[in-house]
């Protein structure tokens, strides 16, 4: 049983850069290499999992706070949350289950204090200091930038996933007790 928290590694960048369609690709490599990925994506919609005229939506619409909706496949807790301030990323991450992953990437979340790789393409003409803070630990872009933090190509899925493996290694070895 694991009682360290998980590795979060936060996936940042200006709205239409490729932050999804780049963990769509990465993801798998992780998996490839035996490494297993949690996901936090914020959004800023209204979401709902839940489809209109299911019972568990009905039951959860009657009042319910939490509804779990269970199938051999999956399952997925929802958690109704009217009166909650700001999102709290420590809390939802500490949702997942330790010793069935490795690493949870965080897709948003900007501003949170956690180690982050900024994706940056020069076409969408937004300064890449605005992305930067003292956890950004690469950057992933489409060509070369002025900045002495590691450099990886944002169109080689394959470069990131190993940026990754390296990273969640020495996270590992820094941790060990």
Same mark, same amino acid.
């Given at each position: 049983?694991? &009682? ?5 590694? %936060?996936? &940042?960048?200006?709205s239409s &850069? ?7 690709k ?11 990925? %949690?996901?936090?994506?914020h ?11 299911k ?7 009657a %009042? ?6 269970? #199938?051999?496949q999956?399952?997925?807790?929802m958690?109704? &949350? ?20 490795d ?5 948003g ?10 994706l ?19 950057? /992933? #872009? ?19 996933a ?11 070895? #820094?941790? /060990? %007790?």
């Amino acid at each position: 049983m694991s &009682t360290r928290p998980l590795p979060l590694l %936060g996936i &940042t960048a200006y709205s239409s &850069t490729g932050k999804t369609t780049l963990l769509k690709k990465v993801i798998p490599l992780l998996r490839q290499r035996q490494i297993r990925v %949690g996901l936090i994506k914020h959004t800023h919609h209204d979401m709902d999992v839940d489809k209109p005229g299911k019972d568990s939506y009905i039951l959860r619409k009657a %009042g319910a706070e939490q509804t779990l909706v269970a #199938s051999q496949q999956r399952w997925a807790l929802m958690t109704e &949350t009217p009166d909650s301030q700001e999102l709290d990323l420590s809390y939802l991450a500490s949702r997942f289950d330790p010793d069935s992953l490795d690493l949870i990437l965080v897709e948003g979340f900007k501003s949170e204090p956690i180690n982050k790789i900024a994706l940056y393409r020069r076409i969408l003409n937004r300064p890449l200091s605005d992305l930067l803070d003292k956890y950004v630990i690469a950057v /992933a #872009s489409d060509e070369k930038l002025e900045t002495t933090l590691p450099q990886l190509s944002i169109n080689q899925p394959e470069q990131v996933a190993d940026f990754i493996v390296e990273w969640l290694q020495n996270q590992q070895y #820094s941790h /060990a %007790g």
